[in-house]
């Protein structure tokens, strides 16, 4: 859904469709319990037992983030007997590496490019200008400090 809001915003350049699938990536494994998933997988092939001794949540809840992950195409299921094995799927903690912004290396995660002037505007958020004279408020409120002492001396 984000991808398609992009396209339509004008966005179809491929520094930006590859930023919006590695948010994509990213946001499938930013979530506690997919994260301990994906570390007990990094030593290899493990029983679905063992994330269930690791991670105190539902066996329901287990299911639905190793869903999340299958579908996200970071881990496969292997059926043995009452059982799931899963495993990562191979190459898949460099492709996540490559999804995190670097400055270093070959270059993926930075840009050398200039700014080209219109297209860099286009793309900044356009700030309104305020009327002479006018104080910034906030909800009808100015910003100086509140007097809380109700006629107190």
Known sequence: ?????????????????????AAAL?????????????????????????FRAHIPIAPGLLSYHLKV????????????????????VDGVLEHLRRAIPSTEGDGEGSSSQTCSGARCSDVR?????RPAGASRTWHGHSHLP???????P
Not at 69 to 88: F, K, S
């Open 125 to 129: 958020p356009r700030m309104r200008a």
């Open 69 to 88: 992950l299958r579908d996200a195409g970071l881990i496969i299921g292997e059926r043995r007997g009452r059982w799931v094995d899963y495993e990562l």
């Open 1 to 21: 859904m984000v991808a398609s809001t992009h396209t339509e915003a004008g966005f179809n350049d491929p520094v930006c469709e590859s930023a919006v699938a």
């Open 146 to 152: 509140r007097d809380n002492s109700y006629g107190t």
């Open 26 to 50: 990213l946001s499938t494994v930013a979530d506690p319990n997919r994260m301990t998933i994906l570390k007990l997988l990094a030593d290899g092939k493990t029983c679905v037992c063992t």
